[in-house]
């Protein structure tokens, strides 16, 4: 759990979007709860300049930098030296005062650099000395990514710090471990750090990827191209470098008869929330979002509430942001949202969908229809993918997200954007399709 120091949080904001009227016995209620978080850290900020925040600059951190070093890192060899060249370019975006350490992953994990069971301490020298030990990296060994992380939490957790965040690159699958170890391990390190996920090339397992950076609430995504990996590491360590707190977590109260039928982050990426609640007293739970600097996120919460009839109104979940404390007790980040009920006879009022809820559902069908194509398509079920990424197309166009519609148009030729005919393309780049699948729970916010 981490400490709480009230210079290092940012100033939290919550507002609620809904349509609350509701039918006679209408009982579900939909809102979007955009959170905000500012006055702390400003994202990127370190970025070329890390001598620049003396150790009493900005929160304390550690961060543990994962590099895959499996024999098929030499095939081809740019992928073993693009591998180092970005470990170096996050060591020099460190700030004066992180803790961190290098982590070599093969079937088993070794620590590169400090060594010991210890983290260093980044200044100067000690940026150097990593990045020295960073030319003694071979390719050579298989892949146990569980091993890699479980020796990331003993080292991060070895510091008291606030914000403990891993950075995770590999180039293929899990194939020394099972996948009930690499879940095991993930449990076990989940809301002890964060971890970003980077996979290089296109030999490695979508779904393992982007389940690491969901589990421990990070980012996920592809280099195809080993040059570009130290652009994408630098920028991964430019953010977490602008967190600012960890552990901050969604709490929703409910009053009696009511119950959360799920709750979803929805921007800037979706990501199911629901089976991660834990209990926080009565009619009360938290949902985990991980750590913030300054930035803003969408959330889409679900509450079914108790029939009532026309006229009548309730409260039906309070949401507010708070860090709960190891001993059992809470802080509070300011901020708090109320999302109601109001039965009504008015049909126009009771059937009008809010905006926001309309843009993220079909955000979130997105992502999901995207996912059910692909897989379809690797199935060979030509008919049943080509409906499925047509509404993806579809999806996209209506909501305006221009990124996902580019990658779709790599997968299939689009005959009619805005009603979904599509012809799924003869060839396809590995590559552009695993950039489909990888980035397919990015999401665009409501055009204003």
Known sequence: M??????????????V???????????????????????????????????????????????????????SMDYPPTKMRGGRDATAA????????????????THVAKEVYPGNGRLAVADAATRGQAKEALRRLSAGGGTA??????????????????????????DGRNEHESPEDLKAALDSCAGRFTCDARGVGTDWEVKEVTGIASALLGTA????????????????METAMGKEVADVALRLWTPVGTEIKF????????????????????????YPTGSWGDESRDYHVCVEVPSAGVGQ???AARVSLVIPQGDGGVHNLGGQGLVKAVWTD???????????????????????????????????????????????????????????????????DVVDAAAGTVRLKARVEEADEMTLETRSTKTVRVKK
């Open 145 to 170: 990514i569980g091993t890699w992380l479980r020796l990331a939490d003993r080292l991060l957790s070895s510091a008291e710090v606030s914000i403990r965040h891993g950075i995770l690159l590999t």
């Open 90 to 105: 996050a060591i020099d975006t460190l700030r004066d005062g992180v803790h961190f350490a290098v982590i070599g992953g």
């Open 346 to 412: 008015d049909m126009v009022a009771s059937t009008r969908i809010n905006a926001q809820v309309a843009h993220y559902t079909g955000q979130a069908e997105l992502a999901q229809v995207i996912q059910q194509g692909l897989d379809l398509r690797k199935s060979g079920d030509v008919d049943g993918a080509t409906a499925k990424l047509g509404r993806a197309v579809q999806l996209a166009s209506v909501s305006g997200n221009a990124d996902t519609a580019k990658l779709l148009a790599k997968v299939v």
């Open 263 to 286: 709750v979803k982050q929805v921007a800037p990426t979706v990501e199911e929330l629901t089976d991660r609640r834990t209990e926080a007293g009565p009619r009360a739970g938290d």
């Open 221 to 236: 995504d592809i280099v195809a191209d080993p040059a570009a990996l130290s652009a994408d590491f630098t920028q991964m």
């Open 17 to 71: 979007y809904q349509n609350e009227y509701l039918p006679e016995s209408g009982r579900e209620v939909n809102a979007i709860v955009t959170v905000s978080a500012t006055g702390g850290g400003t994202i990127g900020s370190a970025v070329g300049a890390p001598h620049l925040y003396g150790a009493g600059r900005g929160p304390d951190a550690a961060v543990a930098i994962m590099v895959d070093c499996s024999g």
């Open 2 to 15: 981490a400490n709480f120091s009230k210079s290092n949080v940012p100033q939290f904001s919550v507002d």
């Open 313 to 315: 109104e309730m409260l």
